[in-house]
């Protein structure tokens, strides 16, 4: 059975079961700078099922950052609606979007935002303090977590003196350190070497299995998006489902 059938397969019997968890309907997303205007896209419609790995795929440019902070509500649409578990997310408060975003979703972004004086243990806590996890709580889910995407022995060492891809683990620790829902990545191998791009794929595999995550990742590697249960191409502010050719290794 091809990729694409069994994804469909799958997206189906999910239809019947239950709604989307994340749903995106007639998204529009247009930059103004002065008299210029991007659009980005119009009209883009999403549905992610809970527990789908899904790949987002596509030319620099063609929106899948933009299309990841709508979904995560770090930027607001043009027009059209997001929805988080069939509840609109342009309606939260400032307070319930914060909400959403600390406790329902984890994100690993290319520039992974750690901080660089913090040890690597104290940015896994950081999150759930916020949320207001007992500080022995945190430090152990920390402390597990850290073990593992295999960084156990740098749990005390300063985020800033760690490699490319420790950091990224470190980031990938973080976004699961309040037990999201869901976990939103952009190029999260994008950095790293072959070798590491690798380990990093096998591990974001591994917790979204392991986690019960719902996952969206944009990615220019596919071999990360070959992982995945759908893969959607973004071009020309348009969504459609694709199949990665297996010799190819990287998209544009
Ligand atoms: N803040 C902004 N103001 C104006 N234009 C923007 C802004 N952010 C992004 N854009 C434009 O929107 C389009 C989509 O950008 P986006 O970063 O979403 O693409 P992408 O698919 O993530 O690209 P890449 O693969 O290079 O990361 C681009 O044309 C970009 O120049
Ligand atoms: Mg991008």
Redesign the pocket.
């Known amino acids: 059975m091809s990729e694409s059938v069994r994804g469909d397969c799958r997206q189906r019997v999910a239809e019947h079961q239950r709604p989307a968890l994340l749903r995106a309907e007639n998204l529009t997303k247009v930059y103004r700078s002065g008299p210029e205007q991007v659009v980005v896209f119009e009209g883009l419609n999403l549905e992610v099922f809970a527990g789908e790995f899904v790949a987002l795929v596509g030319e ?1 440019g063609s929106g ?2 933009t299309l990841l902070h709508l979904l995560a509500a770090l930027d607001t649409p043009t027009e059209g609606e997001v929805y988080f578990d069939l509840q609109r997310v342009g309606a939260f408060s400032s307070r319930e979007r914060a909400l959403y975003r600390n406790a329902k979703l984890g994100f690993v972004w ?1 520039m992974h935002y750690l901080l660089p004086e913090f040890t690597a243990l104290e940015n896994v806590m950081l999150p759930q303090l916020i949320a207001g996890r007992d500080f022995r709580c945190a430090q152990t889910r920390a402390r597990r977590l850290l073990e593992e995407v295999g960084l156990a022995p740098a749990a005390g060492r300063r985020a800033g003196e760690l490699s490319g891809g420790e950091q990224q683990r470190v980031a990938l620790a973080r976004a699961l350190s309040n037990q999201p829902a869901v976990l939103l990545a ?2 999260p191998t994008g950095n790293l070497d072959h070798k590491t791009a690798a380990r990093m794929t096998d591990l974001l595999e591994h917790l979204h299995r392991t986690h019960g995550l719902t996952s969206v990742l ?1 990615t220019h590697n596919l071999e990360l998006a070959r992982r995945a249960d759908r893969t959607l191409r973004l071009a020309d502010g348009r969504l459609t489902e694709t199949v990665i050719p297996s010799h190819d290794t990287m998209t544009p």
């Open positions: 620099s899948k950052t290319q952009d190029e944009a």
